[in-house]
T-cell receptor, first 116, second 114 residues
């Protein structure tokens, strides 16, 4: 069974507008972490934001926020005030288990294009 | 400071040959991860080291793949008898400890098997 599902292969957004990238996950663990990474055309994976399963508040990092809905098992990324440089692939990922380390399980990704 | 580096950036090899891919983690990072990313897909976990030992190698696809980290710093991913299906970008990541949640990725090695 797929553990991380990103249902939007591609998204378009107008510059300066907000955009939501969807992510749902599947796990039987009570303790887990959710991540979003950005991958520009250069190929390097850039960490954006992290949400722990026990965190009560939604994570925010600058223009990025994570809309965490535990009961729905969703962890959507919201980018506010989109910029041209936000055009890239975005990956949602999960780390299972109570320890902080360990492998990340990635979704298929969403390609975001920001229009001027 | 210097980030994670990977060499070579590109490698083209013939089917059946042996290849080695190198990863230099951020200095002082004890945890090191290898992932493989096929075209149009998200990265897939291969193996994870904490120090010199492989803490989880459950993602290695078969016994043609092997990785080492003899001194707890640089790691080498070794692929024997390469197949065309091994063509992918191989990503390395490191983190300060295996208790840290953030993994810092290198630029990857693009492997093409002809």
């Amino acid at each position: 069974a797929q553990k991380i599902t990103q249902t939007q292969p591609g998204m378009f957004v107008q510059e300066k507008e907000a955009v939501t990238l969807d992510c749902t996950y599947d796990t039987s663990d009570q303790s887990y972490g959710l991540f979003w990474y950005k991958q520009p055309s250069s190929g390097e994976m850039i960490f954006l934001i992290y949400q722990g399963s026990y965190d009560e508040q939604n994570a925010t990092e600058g223009r990025y926020s994570l809309n965490f809905q535990k009961a729905r098992k969703s962890a959507n990324l919201v980018i506010s005030a989109s910029q041209l440089g936000d055009s890239a692939m975005y990956f949602c990922a999960m780390r299972e288990g109570g320890n902080q380390g360990g492998k990340l399980i990635f979704g298929q990704g969403t390609e975001l294009s920001v229009k001027p | 400071g210097a980030g994670v580096s990977q060499t070579p950036s590109n490698k083209v090899t013939e089917k059946g040959k042996y290849v080695e891919l190198r990863c230099d983690p951020i200095s002082g990072h004890t945890a090191l991860y290898w992932y493989r990313q096929s075209l149009g897909q998200g990265p897939e976990f291969l193996i994870y080291f904490q120090g010199t030992g492989a803490a989880d190698d459950s993602g290695l696809p078969n016994d043609r793949f092997f990785a080492v980290r003899p001194e707890g710093s640089v790691s080498t991913l070794k692929i024997q008898r390469t197949e065309r299906g091994d063509s992918a970008v191989y990503l390395c990541a490191s983190s300060p400890t295996d208790r840290s949640y953030e993994q810092y990725f290198g630029p990857g090695t693009r492997l093409t098997v002809t």
